[in-house]
């Protein structure tokens, strides 16, 4: 079992900046790729950004030049500036990777709870 937590939300006013972070834990073998997504209300979920072991990138055009993701081996980072008001949501963390139960590797697809981000003056 996997365990993803989720810190670093809070109240922040437009223009401001936030870091988020998400840390994974249990009997993980490999991560394939650590994600944020967000869901604000009376809104679909939407993917912000996903880092990928090979360390590739990818960003909702969105926050394309605001947002930076980055990893330190089971911890990934949302690095959030220049904040705006529609950036209010809640934000879940997803990893997938595998578990480590001896000769076997069985997959895993872990969500966090969410932590909510406010924007407003």
């Known amino acids: 079992q996997v365990q993803v937590e989720e810190s670093g939300g809070g109240l922040v006013q437009p223009g401001g900046s936030l870091r988020l972070s998400c840390t994974a834990s249990g009997n993980i073998f490999s991560i394939n790729s650590m994600t944020w997504d967000r869901q604000a209300p009376g809104k679909q979920r939407e993917m912000v950004a996903v880092?990928?072991?090979?360390?590739t990138t990818n960003y909702a055009d969105s926050v394309k030049g605001r947002f930076t993701i980055s990893r330190d081996q089971n911890t990934v980072y949302l690095q959030m500036n220049n904040l705006k008001p529609e950036d209010t949501a809640v934000y879940y963390c997803?990893?997938?990777?595998?578990?480590?139960?001896?000769?076997?590797?069985?997959?895993?697809?872990?969500w966090g709870r969410g932590t909510q981000v406010t924007v407003s003056s």
């Open positions: 880092i990928r072991t090979v360390g």
């Open positions: 997803n990893v997938a990777g595998a578990v480590d139960r001896g000769v076997l590797r069985p997959p895993f697809d872990s």
